[in-house]
């Protein structure tokens, strides 16, 4: 296990993103009660955004499917289209204001999390945001959104855990929400189930490693409140997750519906788990469920993820997943 240098952009040096924070506090301050950032509540969220790349091409990934000549003839506009949308999802999961953190899975680099957060409605918000630089082949990251006014980061690194083929990296970020409590989040996007004994492998190799950090933390600070999310391509009933962290409680183990849907069977590969501390002041817990996230499965019966292609016919919509949320006091 390695520590690594995530990407991070603050945007404060400029006189337009000295405005723009101007503005965003004053927009943001009106979903803030009246006494003050240290009441109300906390949001979390994590969302997998179905490959959300840039038209540039990258030496050194193969993200030749979404480029304006590759197979999905990914143009500007789609891009743009892509982040208007999920930029909507952000702000729609707390329906009081927009989340304080979120977890974004299959982000291919910092120029999208750019465009994200300053050309798109985002920009009003004031978000900053830390993001990987993962080996993974097809160059998709992790990256945490938080906004600055209800969260101060103190520390963040990249984990690489040791695994036999190239995957994301974990993202560790520490700091205090509402300038009171301090939160751990480790976002993730765990290797998928292919490959047999390989994959498995793998899967536990990015777990001991997550399990070990949240040791690290408990050892000095044993009433930690810790929460790890994202994308784990398993559900909450798996033995390798239970296994691996142990010390965590899976918050979407009664999730009746999925957050998404394979062969017309939904699954819960979404979740967030978290330490008991922090469990003990959840509001709220579960799958974001929205009709704009959904569309009629015409084949299998019911409904589905409203995505960006299906096949490869672009569909417009937002991704395969849905997103997850935790709401505390």
Known sequence: MSRLTTVSRTHTTSKIATLRKSIAAVLLFSYLPASGQTDGHFTIMTYNCENAFDTIPDATHDDS???????????????????????????????????DIVCLDEVENDSVMTWLTRQTPLASIGYDYFITNSADTRGIDVALLYSP??????????????????????????????????????????????????????????????????????????????????DFNDGPQSKTIKRG????????????????????????????????????????????????????DITYGDKKPNRTYVGWKYNGGFSDHLPAFLIIR
């Open 149 to 230: 006014f209800t969260f101060r980061p103190v520390t963040h690194y990249s984990i690489r855990a040791n695994t036999s083929t190239p995957t994301r990296d974990i993202l560790y970020v520490s700091g205090i929400a509402r300038g009171r409590d301090t939160l751990d989040i480790f976002a993730v996007h765990l290797p998928s189930r292919l490959n047999g004994k390989e994959a498995e492998l793998n899967r536990k190799s990015v777990l001991a490693a997550i399990s070990h950090s949240i040791d690290s933390i408990t050892a000095l600070r044993p009433s930690a409140q810790i929460c790890v999310l994202g």
């Open 245 to 296: 962290l142990p010390q965590l409680k899976n918050l979407m183990k009664g999730e009746k519906r999925g957050s998404y849907k394979y062969h017309g069977k939904w699954e819960c590969i979404d979740q967030i788990l978290v330490t008991t501390p922090l469990a003990e002041r959840i509001i709220k817990s579960g799958i974001y469920y929205n009709p704009m996230l959904l569309e009629d």
């Open 65 to 99: 499917e979404y480029l304006p000549e590759g197979s999905h003839h990914w143009t500007r506009w789609r891009m743009y289209q892509k982040l208007r949308n999920i930029g909507k999802v952000i702000m729609a999961v707390d329906t009081d204001k927009p989340a």
